[in-house]
């Protein structure tokens, strides 16, 4: 077997099938793993592999925005169904299969982003993965389980991985590098049967992802990435502290958040009269930048008073001004909160 090609560099494709055994519990071999040029080039395959303009997927309702867009470019119908604090509700996910069927559809994948969901922060429990496996099986639909957070979780503890759990195949399972070492390495992969994997090969137009980032990857990860981890992630977990400190102290109840079981964002609620997409204009023009909850969901009506803040690059100093400055402008367009850093702001009653 050739170290290089374009199923990517074997000694990151034998680090991964270790690691993924240790952290996901998947037990597979370098040559049922594609390296790919970030998990977005993942999707491309996949999408690429499956779907077909006037096709229905399953997808999270708030999900990330970048398949999202994908979907929608593609001309595949997104049905989405709703999280609660443990992740997909299972409950949404029969009924909305079991009209599909009734309707004659057969949705071509279910898309989940199981362990730390973005934007939720959720880890879809055991239990429940269990119930997707089985409701996966019973209506014939494949899972796509992408796992890009799985290395951010707080205590580090997580489920398997979907992948791992299934034992009758019918998951592919994508992960990356961009969010444990760097978002500009371009280093994704693909885990999945080579029947699956390489039809995604072909589809693959660039003969292979770039071999030195792969090369420097692989040197670096076999001795270091364990170590490395557990550092990444109590600066995080910091750095939501920070945000979350900040959140309460400017905006008061106006904000309400669950606290997400690891990753780099956040995602709040706030008053119904606050449309996020408009919020966003008015926080860039004042050098702060959040993502609209629209943009995040496939229930824009659900989403318009919902944002994501990111956490990860900013400094804590950088988290405390943004937000402050960002409910400094949501006040003087929407009128909430009343109170800022818990002082109520006097009305002015006379000029
Ligand atoms: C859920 C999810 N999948 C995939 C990606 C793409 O990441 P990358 O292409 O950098 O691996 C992201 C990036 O934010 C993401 O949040």
New binding site residues.
Partial sequence: MASSGPQGYLPLREFLAKKLERDAGIETAADEILIVS????A?DLVNAMLLARGDTVIIERDT?Q??LNRLTRAGVHAVGIPLDQDGMRMDALAQALAELKHRGITPKYIYT?PTVQ?PTGTILPECRRVELLNLSQQYGVPIFE?D??ADLIWDGKRPPALYAMSKNGGVIHIG?F?KSIA?AL?V?FIVAPWAALSRMLALKTDAGSGALEQMVLAEYCAPHFAEHVPKLTRGLRAKLDTMMETLNEQFGTSAEFDQPKGGIFLWVKLPDNVDTLKLYQAALAAGVSINPGPEWSTDKAYARNRLRLCFASPSHEQIRQGVAVLAEVCRREFGVPARIANVEKRVRTSP
């Fill in positions: 970030g998990s977005l080039q999707l990330y970048g398949a982003i973005n992408d890009c957070y990356s961009s978002p371009r994704g």
